[in-house]
C-alpha cells in the first residue's frame, strides 16, 4: 500500500463525500439503497485507512 499523508486522507474524505452527496440527490433522498450503498462503500474505503493511520501510530 502506497503511503498516505493527511492531504491525501483529506483528499479521499472529501471526494466520499461528495460522492455521497451525488447518489443521495440522485435518489432524491435518503432511501434504503443509498444508505446501505454508502455504509458499505464507507467501509471499503474506510477500513484500510484506517488500519494505515493505526500501524502508522505503533
Known amino acids: 500500500m502506497r503511503k498516505l ?3 491525501n486522507i483529506t483528499c479521499i ?3 466520499y463525500g ?5 447518489l443521495i440527490s440522485g435518489y ?3 432511501t434504503t439503497r ?3 450503498t454508502m455504509i458499505a462503500s464507507g467501509i471499503i ?4 485507512i ?3 493511520l493505526r500501524n ?3
Open 5 to 7: 499523508n493527511k492531504y
Open 13 to 15: 474524505i472529501l471526494l
Open 18 to 22: 461528495y460522492l455521497c452527496y451525488l
Open 28 to 30: 432524491g433522498g435518503f
Open 34 to 36: 443509498a444508505t446501505l
Open 45 to 48: 474505503i474506510f477500513v484500510p
Open 50 to 52: 484506517y488500519k494505515h
Open 56 to 58: 502508522k501510530k505503533q
